[in-house]
């Protein structure tokens, strides 16, 4: 079998430097000349410096791509590396890559984000898959091949994908997620994974048996403004869009993002005219009323935020308001894109796009073991999407804020990173990122 595979990947590898001679540059006008590369030593158990070398490196230097690599050496070294280069010195890459985990990929996206927000949008990201989970290689490609995601690399494929933006309190810098925000059942997971670290992605399994038999839950208020597709994204996607897998040439991603270069740019601080106010009353508003009176995400009328906003209420349409709900919940998911991964392989939402402007909010009640050990596997085999199981709710929103009741913390887990918070508020930066990646193939 290793001899199979070593052969296959001989072959798919001529065919990656035979795409890459200068005669068929018309394959791919925007293939990287210069890449920085961060490695993660620690990443699956040690195995990415290994990954770096013998897969990613040769095809990008058979590609003739200049590599220059790093190696980080504790929790948030990537800061330091790039905190280290100027604006000009950033310039000199085409695009960084991450080898390791959905964490070396969310310390990334974080890092340009604090240190370097001004060079995102000339920067292509991609990350090659050496962790335990890999959601983010699996939602852009469909799979977890180190050498598939270093042939979109070499190839240089671009694409766009969403960043939700979490503001966890004052005092508190802003942390960018590109997967998942969630608490309850995968916040417990994640809050104790790290002391156990040293099984794998074993510690995952039981770790998420123990929280099926022991947890209770969290008691939370959950407001969300809604953005369902409306007006002419409607009518140019036709029935049956908002439940339809995001693949390559996607055309829900693709209508959103003719908004996107604006939007990706900026993620001000959109909540002081959509922040419900704290007192105000926890049932379930109605679709027509807003908590307290407050106003859209946009302001309604306002050219710019139609422009910027094409999959959300377009003129002559309704205005969206915020809907709330308080109760106690076993599991609350805000999941940005479809999140595959080997547990997951059509996404934990299955009709989640990678850059729609819109994250999936994933209520699950607070049911017994039986109860959610049926959500998890139907979770694993299909995805979750809106009418599918009862009780549970999938949401489609701009902006979500979760506050822990009466004002406790509540252990979130943001792409596989634990963060403990008694209030939480995102919201979409729709195409936050480009990244080297065309979305899953269709048959995936």
Request: proline share 7%; aromatic share 4%.
């Amino acid at each position: 079998m290793v001899d199979v595979e070593r052969q296959r990947m001989f072959f798919s590898l001529q065919i990656v430097l035979l795409l890459c001679q200068p005669g068929v540059a018309a394959v791919s006008t925007s293939r990287p000349r210069s890449l920085l590369i961060i490695v993660n030593p620690v990443s699956g158990a040690g195995r990415a410096p290994a990954l770096a070398h013998a897969v990613l490196l040769p095809v990008l230097r058979a590609a003739g791509v200049a590599c220059t690599v790093r190696a980080t050496r504790c929790r948030n070294h990537t800061v330091a590396l790039l905190r280290a280069l100027s604006p000009a010195q950033l310039a000199a890459y085409d695009g960084i890559v991450a080898v390791g985990g959905d964490g070396a990929f969310h310390e990334l996206v974080n890092s340009l984000f604090s240190e370097h927000r001004a060079s995102l949008r000339a920067l292509r990201l991609a990350h090659v898959p050496a962790g335990s989970t890999d959601a983010v290689a699996c939602s852009l490609h469909g799979c977890r091949s180190a050498f598939g995601a270093a042939a979109r690399v070499a190839l240089g494929d671009d694409g766009l994908l969403d960043v939700l933006r979490v503001d966890l309190g004052p005092g508190r810098a802003p942390v960018h997620a590109c997967c998942i925000a969630a608490a309850g059942f995968m916040g417990e997971v994640c809050a104790r994974a790290e002391a156990w670290r040293a099984l794998g992605p074993l510690r995952y399994d039981l770790l998420g048996a123990a929280a099926l038999l022991t947890g209770r839950g969290v008691r939370a208020r959950v407001s969300t403004l809604p953005s369902p597709l409306t007006g002419m994204a409607a009518e140019r996607l036709g029935p049956g869009a908002e439940g339809a897998a995001c693949r390559a040439g996607c055309p829900v991603c693709e209508l959103a993002g003719e908004g996107a270069g604006a939007s990706a740019s900026s993620d001000g601080d959109v909540w002081s005219e959509t922040d419900p106010p704290l007192d105000t009353d926890a049932r379930r508003v109605p679709s027509d009323a807003s908590p307290g009176g407050t106003d859209d995400l946009h302001q309604q009328g306002s050219p710019s935020a139609l422009a910027l906003d094409p999959m959300g209420p377009q003129p002559g349409t309704p205005p969206t308001k915020w809907e709330s709900r308080e109760g106690r919940w076993r599991s609350v998911k805000l999941i940005v894109t479809p999140c595959r991964s080997d547990k997951t392989p059509c996404g934990m939402a299955r009709a989640g796009h990678l850059a729609d402007g819109r994250v999936k909010v994933v209520l699950v009640p607070n049911l017994g073991a039986l109860g959610m050990l049926r959500v998890l596997a139907h979770m694993a085999a299909r995805g979750l999407a809106a009418g599918d199981l009862p009780g549970v709710e999938v949401l489609d929103v701009r902006a979500v804020r979760v506050e822990g009741g009466r004002g406790a913390n509540l252990d979130w887990n943001l792409d596989g990173e634990a963060t403990p918070a008694a209030l939480l508020r995102a919201h979409v930066i729709r195409g936050g990122l480009r990244v080297f990646a065309r979305g899953v193939e269709t048959g995936r």
